[in-house]
């Protein structure tokens, strides 16, 4: 196999079974129990539905499907410009080394660039030193003063109707 034979392009509703299989192979990988089925409903509704909610771009060698990226845009108020969030990349193990990640993570460039992007963003989880040697290699760099906070669903519950949080 050559890096020329993989493919990278907008996915679409027909690729929804291949797109599902690719976001439980990442579950595996990171140990994380994949969506439910009515996780995975969302998730084709959210991608493919009249209100996308993001993009999923697709690699491919000959007609499988070997790794997705989901993206989608933010926004920086300091910058005044958008930023594309890259939200997941993946390559199933056994085509690791095909290229097909360098593919899509190109190809994630190239859209924040036809964005009008002024960067691309991401989060890796701290154990997944092969993502971080990829992305080093390939020029990004860990921002160590920014932390990332998050809120779940019961948190946002309380949060929304807290009249005095934190006080």
Known sequence: MTKSEIVVRQASLEDAAAFLSLV???????????????????????????????????????STAIGYAVVFETYSTFLARPKLF????????????????????????REAIARGCARMEWVVLDWNEPAMRFYRARGATHLKEWYTFSLNEKELKRLSVDANPGA
């Open 86 to 109: 890259l939200e997941d990349l993946f390559v199933n193990p056994e085509y690791r080394r095909s290229g097909a990640g360098d593919a899509l993570i190109k190809a994630c460039a």
């Open 24 to 62: 439980i192979g990442l579950a595996e990988y990171e140990k994380l129990p994949p969506p439910d089925a009515k996780g995975r409903e969302r998730l084709i509704e959210a991608a493919f539905g009249p209100r996308k909610r993001f993009d999923v771009l697709i690699a491919e060698l000959g």
